[in-house]
């Protein structure tokens, strides 16, 4: 098997670095994924388990170069669709296109369809009746992707998309998705024997992530998926990954992360989204001004998605802000500090260049991930031998 694990722009090497941590060595970055080859189906449960930073887990049914329509349709009609969708099985088609002869999508999706409704009653032949194709069973979503004439037809296995965790079932006016979140975490020196701040917490997504990373969480421990009603996969595959997932848990260990906010409002908010994980210890959130902040540990580290400044007549309040964050971090150099934001203007109010930059985006807008890392904190002594 290939599965493949679908990433915003920009954070390709974050789920690449995550497959790597799970064990998985044969992968192969692309413009909006990863792909992962000598899968088995166990892999399916692991990876919608495990991932923080992807979008979706998708099974490679076929690829297969495809410059006509005629050459869709036969290549769609040779996968063993019979083997994967069982009868009443949904399978709605979806489609994208890059720079491909094929550029409308709508007529692939059709094709493909047609395709696979064939393929459906040659594989059951004698076998097929009335209830074959009503599609009134689990969801098996399929996906046609066009890239440079070579189509890719995959099966969605994740259902929801992976950012939905199932904590957040309320959020502020601009959330941050939390798969965006944990890859800002990750690409942080932040560890979980050290304190990590978000100044502007709103829903709470930042430091939330966090404490499931920090504490080895599984990010879909609490969720279902739509692979978990795939019959070729088996019930007994998913309960040993979530048996898995639970043995690995370290719910006890200890943690020092803040989240603080102006508005009263998405501190109860962010307070209730911890809890419906059951994350109540170790993090906790408190309405304050961010100018208020004062570290009471050395090497902590802030992590935050200040406002951007987009709405009309915002501009010179929020460059303010950031002129405050660069004087207030200016006094602190034993932290390490990052900032996601979509305003160009961010370093020169910030007052102090970045040491590095990631191009990111947040709601598809254009982001940069300014890291200001500090010097990391002295080792223990080491025990005399």
């Known amino acids: 098997m290939e599965l493949i694990a679908t990433a915003a722009a920009g954070l390709e090497g974050v789920v690449a670095r995550e497959l790597r941590q799970l064990g998985y060595t044969d992968t192969r970055g692309f413009d909006g994924g990863v792909r992962v080859g000598g899968a088995a189906p166990a892999d399916i449960p692991r990876l919608n388990l495990w991932l923080r930073s992807a979008d979706r ?60 409704v064939e393929s459906l009653r040659r594989g059951r032949g004698s076998r097929a009746d009335s209830d074959w194709l009503s599609e009134t069973g689990p969801l098996y979503r399929i996906e046609v992707g066009l890239r440079e004439d070579r189509a890719t037809l995959s099966l969605d296995c994740s259902g929801d998309g992976l950012h939905k965790r199932g904590y957040r079932e309320r959020a502020g006016a601009a ?77 006890e260990r200890p943690l020092d992360i803040q989240g603080s906010d102006i508005d009263p409002a998405m501190i109860e908010l962010a307070t209730a989204n911890a809890q419906a994980f059951g994350l109540t210890d170790g993090l906790h959130f408190k309405q304050m001004r961010a100018g208020d902040f004062r570290p009471q540990r050395e090497h902590g580290v802030a992590i935050a998605n200040p406002p951007y400044g987009e ?47 990631r ?20 080792r223990s002594p080491q025990p005399p031998t």
């Open 57 to 116: 887990v998708k099974l490679v049914v076929g690829d297969f170069e495809a410059t006509t329509f005629d050459a869709l349709f036969e290549g769609s009609l040779a996968l063993p669709w019979s083997e994967l969708i069982p009868p009443g099985g949904s399978f709605p088609v979806i489609g994208r296109a890059v720079k491909s002869q094929l550029a409308s999508v709508p007529d692939c999706q059709a094709i493909v369809k047609k395709a696979v």
């Open 359 to 378: 191009k990111l985006f947040n709601a598809g807008i254009r982001c940069q991930y300014y890291q200001y890392p500090g010097p990391p904190p002295p």
């Open 311 to 357: 709405r009309s007549g915002e501009a010179a309040q929020v460059m303010a802000l950031y002129a405050e964050m660069g004087r207030l971090f200016e006094r602190w150099p034993s932290w390490s500090h990052y900032w996601l934001s979509g305003n160009p203007a961010f370093e020169a109010a910030f007052g102090r260049k970045a040491e590095r930059r």
């Open 175 to 251: 959330p941050l998705r939390e798969t965006l979140a944990a890859a800002l975490v990750q690409l942080s020196f932040w560890r979980a024997d050290r304190q990590l701040v978000d100044l502007f917490c709103g829903s709470g997504t930042i430091a939330i992530e966090a404490a499931l990373i920090g504490r080895d969480i599984a990010p879909g421990l609490s969720r279902r998926f739509a692979s978990m009603a795939w019959p070729w996969i088996g019930r007994r595959v998913w309960d040993e990954a979530g048996a898995e997932a639970m043995d690995r848990a370290a719910w």
